[in-house]
């Protein structure tokens, strides 16, 4: 995989809890991206960021905070955990060469996060 | 109405065949299609893109793009065991991340 590590892989945890979750990239990209994927609706993205303490949303950004304090890391907060957060938390960064920038083309591994 | 619709099968085809996936959309502001693999378990992986109308080959695989007929499609020539995987199509508008949309994706079972 390019460069990213997206830390924990798995998680369970309890309603109203925050959690945190971690995406680190090797490869000095300028975009970082947050997505969850869930049966039935593809990927959907929560928010992303185009450069240090730069983000803004994407779709389903609700319940949702993110930071970038580094080039290199880009963390995604759900303030306070709920049932309908469980999911598979893909984290990605951009671009190919030849691409147009900001078009993501490479994804972590995902985390998968269980809200009890 | 989803912006992206794509068949979330699952496709079963014998080994050797051709496979066509496909996707519909209803944004004709779309300039830039995607198509990415994903293994059980893994993240996505970026296969091929294509810009505006057009046919793009590489390798085994295909992709059309029919901008007239908001349709896209993915083909894959002498199916292997390995391109087991589902299949999602990606679009959007501009470079802005965050216009792009996906596909629900097509599961793809290539059967031996």
């Known amino acids: 995989d390019a460069g990213i590590t997206q830390s924990p892989r798995h998680k369970v945890t309890e309603t109203g809890t925050p959690v945190t979750l971690r995406c680190h990239q090797t490869?000095?990209?300028?975009?970082m991206y947050w997505y969850r994927q869930d049966p039935g609706h593809g990927l959907r993205l929560i928010h992303y960021?185009?450069?240090?303490?730069?983000?803004d949303k994407g779709e389903v950004s609700d319940g949702y905070s993110v930071s970038r304090s580094k080039t290199e890391d880009f963390l995604l907060t759900l303030e306070s955990a709920t049932s309908s957060q469980t999911s598979v938390y893909f984290c990605?960064?951009?671009?190919?060469?030849?691409?147009?920038?900001?078009?993501?083309?490479?994804f972590g591994q995902g985390t998968r996060l269980t809200v009890v | 109405q989803k912006e992206v619709e794509q068949d979330p099968g699952p496709l079963s085809v014998p080994e050797g065949a051709i496979v066509s996936l496909n996707c519909t959309y209803s944004?004709?502001?779309?300039?830039?299609f995607m198509w990415y693999r994903q293994y059980s378990r893994k993240g996505p992986e970026l296969l091929m893109y294509?810009?505006?109308?057009g046919n793009k080959e590489d390798g085994r695989f295909t992709a059309q793009v029919d901008k007239s007929s908001k349709y896209i499609s993915l083909f894959i020539r002498d199916s292997q065991p390995s391109d087991s995987a589902t299949y999602l199509c990606?679009?959007?508008?501009?470079?802005?991340?965050?216009?792009?949309?996906f596909g629900s994706g097509t599961r793809l079972s290539i059967r031996p």
């Open positions: 990605a960064i951009s671009a190919l060469p030849g691409l147009p920038e900001g078009t993501e083309a490479f």
């Open positions: 490869e000095n990209h300028r975009y």
């Open positions: 960021s185009y450069g240090v303490k730069d983000t």
């Open positions: 944004n004709s502001a779309f300039q830039y």
């Open positions: 294509t810009y505006s109308s």
């Open positions: 990606a679009m959007s508008v501009g470079s802005s991340a965050s216009k792009i949309i």
